[in-house]
């Protein structure tokens, strides 16, 4: 009923040489295709990590400027609006600290915006002001003065 298929050791199978030219020209277009795709999809990637920079930038120039006014607001004796208006300059400290850390992860060790050694100084002025502010002992105006400074400081680094 059934026959087995006797294979013929002497036979072997050549392709037509059309079909085979037929296929290598398009694998070579689907190729030209995926290699200009891509390159075109690396672009819009490379353009919208310029845009994020330059947002990450602006928005960190823009809190330091907030902290300044902040820390211009601060009379140089306690008053009872004091630790408020010191708790949005550390608030700004805070955002400038953040959106350094995010900019960071998203490119690696040269998307820092801030150097550590800023934030850190900043971190112990604002410390020490709210100590001051605390025992109401002595006047805030050397360590406003000091704020202000390292303020303006890390303004003028930015905006190089």
Known sequence: ???????????????????SRAVSGVLIALLLVAVFAVSILYAGASAFRSDAQNQFERYVLSAVVDAIEQVNRLTSG??????????QVRQNVFLMDRLNNI??????????????????????????????????????????????????????????
Not at 1 to 19: D, E, K, L, Q
Not at 78 to 87: F, I, P
Not at 154 to 159: D, F, K, Q, V
């Open 78 to 87: 306690v008053q009872s609006d004091s630790a408020s208006k010191l708790a």
């Open 1 to 19: 009923m059934y026959r087995r298929v006797s294979r013929n050791n002497n036979t072997s199978f050549t392709p037509p040489r059309r079909n």
């Open 103 to 160: 900019n960071i992860f998203l490119l690696g060790e040269r998307g820092r915006l801030v150097p550590q050694e800023a934030l850190t100084v900043l971190y112990e002025d604002l410390d020490t002001y709210e100590k001051l502010l605390q025992t109401a002992t002595s006047p805030t105006l050397e360590i406003r003065t000091t704020l202000l400074t390292h303020l303006t400081a890390l303004h003028e680094l930015i905006r190089e």
